[in-house]
């Protein structure tokens, strides 16, 4: 049999740990597949999509800064792309080229394993309004919440979310008042990382059982969430976010749904500390 071959593909590439993850499946599964990271410039994108079939991919994993083009290129989208508007997966079905879009999956599957019961926590507040934060409305809506309060430095952008996402959304320029009754609040921005210890959010004003999670996860305890442990509320790091959200895309290119397990966990982390 042909061996299956898929990739991340970004620019720059080198630092994703998406390899590290696949590469461990394929090993415990005993699968005969390669995962790839491919550093291709823009400018050069159009052509290495129209090329993956002729190349033997069954698909890949798409990343900064090819997202936005990859969403307007591929010729059908699932529905969670369309909700969400990006694109992080590729794959051939009988030659037509699919985009489709895990992060979502990677959201819920995470407070799934770290914080079950985590549905039923509405009000909602979230930090951010970009791409991250479009794909954590769209699983807190299919989920069923329906209090959702996103918070952004730009209010039009929050406002644009209100209208791309509709009833039970709601935007606002600080988390002010907005966290006395929230059972769930969740960072999307990239405020935290690397040391940055602003917070847009204190965890203090927060009910005793609500949880914070933050889908950062360089470096893994955040300030945020180091802020809510201090008040004894649960957390939840970025990092299963990055592991759950790579399930699908094996799944379809190797064709064996893959176990988000301790021991993978680990290796990413140790990955993390390394650096
Ligand atoms: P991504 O696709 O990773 O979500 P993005 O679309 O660039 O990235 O969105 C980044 C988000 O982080 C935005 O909500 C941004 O706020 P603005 O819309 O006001 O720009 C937010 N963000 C980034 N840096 C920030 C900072 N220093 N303070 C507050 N919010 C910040």
Request: aromatic content about 8%; charged content about 20%; overall charge negative.
């Amino acid at each position: 049999m042909v061996e299956k071959k898929a990739f991340v593909t970004g620019h720059p590439i080198a630092h994703s740990r998406s390899p590290k993850i696949h590469g461990y499946w394929l090993n415990t599964y005993g699968i005969d597949g390669s995962y790839y990271a491919i550093d291709v410039a823009p400018a050069d994108f159009p052509e290495f999509l129209s090329s993956l079939e002729a190349n033997g991919y069954q698909g890949g994993n798409v990343t900064i800064p090819h997202k936005e083009v990859a969403f307007a290129q591929v010729e059908r989208r699932d529905e969670a792309a369309e909700m969400i508007g990006a694109v992080n997966m590729l794959w051939l079905d009988d030659g037509v080229l699919w985009g489709g879009n895990s992060d979502w999956i990677g959201f819920a599957g995470n407070l799934d394993e770290h914080a079950p019961g985590w549905e039923r926590k509405a009000p909602a507040v979230v930090l951010g309004a970009g791409g991250a934060s479009r794909a954590v409305i769209h699983a807190l809506k299919v989920r069923g919440i329906n209090d959702i309060r996103i918070v952004n430095r730009t209010l039009a952008r929050a406002q644009e979310l209100v209208d791309r996402f509709g009833a039970g959304v709601s935007a606002h320029g600080a988390a002010g008042d907005l966290l006395g009754d929230a059972g769930l609040l969740i960072n999307t921005t990239a405020l935290g990382m690397h040391g940055d210890a602003t917070l847009a959010a204190d965890p203090a004003c927060l009910p005793a059982h609500a949880i914070v999670a933050d889908i950062v996860y360089v470096p893994l305890k955040t300030p945020l969430l180091a802020a809510a442990r201090a008040r004894n509320l649960k957390t939840v790091d970025g990092l299963g976010m990055l592991l759950h959200q790579a399930v699908p895309g094996f799944e379809r290119w190797f064709g064996k749904r893959p176990e988000v397990t301790a021991e993978l966990r680990q290796m990413i982390v140790a990955d993390i500390l390394a650096k």
